[in-house]
């Protein structure tokens, strides 16, 4: 990633999950994960999220 990660937990998408193994979730893009989910939608797809909404 370049210089501007971005930071998903001040994204309106963004929310907790209940499991304490994937506890970061995206509503937009149904991600459930141990990470950012801007880190692994730019993993997939090569491309920064283009719907960060802060």
């Known amino acids: ?3 501007q ?4 937990k001040k994204c309106k998408h963004y929310y907790i999950t209940w499991n ?3 506890p970061n979730g995206c509503k937009l893009y149904g991600i459930k994960s141990n990470q950012l989910p801007s880190i692994l939608v ?3 797809t ?3 999220c283009e719907y960060f909404t802060g």
């Open 1 to 3: 990633m370049d210089n």
């Open 20 to 22: 304490n193994k994937f």
């Open 5 to 8: 990660r971005i930071y998903c």
């Open 46 to 48: 090569g491309k920064k």
């Open 42 to 44: 730019y993993r997939s």
